[in-house]
Structures are given as C-alpha cells and as structure tokens.
C-alpha cells in the first residue's frame, strides 16, 4: 500500500484534521471478490475496484472509536453537514435509546414510493426515516461490528441492487435523511438519483467555486 504526498492539498494541510490517503491496491482484494455477479455475469474491472474501495474502507474503520462516516468522492456537501450529523446524531440516539445509520443526502428516488415514515427534528434541520441509501452512510463503530458480515458480503459479490446488504440492515437499524438535503450525489444528476429538490445547489457551488 503506497500513500500519497499530501504537500500539495491545501484544503487538508492548512486544516487541523489528522488525514491519511491511501493509494488502493486492488490486486490485494481480488482473490476475495466474487468475480461473477448475482446475475451469474462476469463483473466489470470498474466494479471490482469499486467493490475492493469499499473493502477497504471497512477494513480501515476497524481502527476507529467512534461514528465513521463512509463517504464517497462525488458528493457536494452544506458546510454545515458533519456538524449537524453529529449533533443529531447525538440527540436522537439519546432520544430513541438506539444507535442509527445517517445518510446525509435526501434523495429524489426516495419519493417516488409512498413509505411510511417517521419524522424527527435534528439540530438544525428535519431528518426522516429512511429504507434505502446509496454506498455514502455514516454509522457507529458498535453498529459496523453488529452488522460486519453483511457489510463485508456487499463487497464479496456484487448484488441486485448493488446496496441491498445496507438495505438488509436498515430493517434492523433505523436510517434517517434530512429535509432538505445537506449534501448531492453529483454522478447521474439528470436521474432519480441526481438533484436532491428545495436546494439551489448553483448557489452553493458559486459560493465555494
């Protein structure tokens, strides 16, 4: 495993954040991903990677102590949103006496099935129970170990839809979104999976252009 020189990243060397980068080596993951997918098809090499960074992003969050956020690298966040999730967080597990799972986009497919749901007010906004999310969740160190062999199944083989191990876990432990969104999802913004709605997403990438 090789890691980056991070002299040239202003964002992180100018901030007091301990950070590591970490260039992925997907030869160390192959033998442990089902080449064939749960359609009985050949997985793509672009899948496969994909599948080995999510691996290892697992692995990694064997090291930490508290609330792991997985993210992906296509998403625009409110600069507020690590602040509110964690302040949520800390209310509503107080509140429902349980830990949860936060995704941090409000995503447009989500509406476009009647589920019932439950509503809740966060520390700045409103959140509200969710069934599905994409690969970018925030979730307690206690609720990956519950949850460790599912977790990992997500990246062992490639499943129909690719998330539904996460999908699986949220009939167990309740998953909650804000109203409106803190962050989008930039990869097919003309899709169900795109824009989420009541943000001028312009006027925030202007204001950090």
């Not at 509503?119 to 460790?148: A, D, P």
């Not at 824009?195 to 001028?200: E, F």
Request: some cysteine; charged content about 25%; glycine content about 0%.
């Amino acid at each position: 495993m090789k890691e980056f020189n991070t002299s040239a990243i202003p964002i992180l060397k100018e901030s007091n954040l301990e950070y590591r980068l970490i260039n992925l080596d997907v030869d160390e993951f192959k033998s442990r991903i089902n080449q064939t997918n749960q359609k009985n098809e050949k997985s793509s090499t672009n899948q496969i990677s994909n599948m080995s960074n999510i691996y290892k992003s697992l692995e990694l969050s064997k090291s930490s102590e508290d609330l792991i956020y997985f993210v992906e690298d296509d998403y625009i966040h409110e600069n507020q949103s690590i602040s509110e999730m964690i302040f949520t967080y800390e209310r509503l597990a107080s509140l429902t006496k349980n830990e949860i799972v936060m995704c941090p986009t409000d995503y447009p497919y989500l509406y476009m099935k009647a589920d019932e749901t439950k509503i809740f007010l966060g520390e700045n906004y409103h959140w509200r129970k969710i069934n599905e999310t994409l690969c970018t969740f925030l979730m307690s160190k206690q609720t990956v170990e519950k949850h460790w062999n599912r977790l990992i199944s997500m990246c062992q083989q490639e499943h129909y839809p690719f998330e539904s191990p996460l999908h699986q876990i949220y009939k167990v432990e309740m998953c909650i979104s804000p109203v409106p969104s803190l962050a989008i999802h930039c990869t097919n913004i003309n899709s169900a999976f795109g824009l989420s709605p009541n943000k001028d997403w312009k006027k925030i990438w202007d204001e950090n252009e």
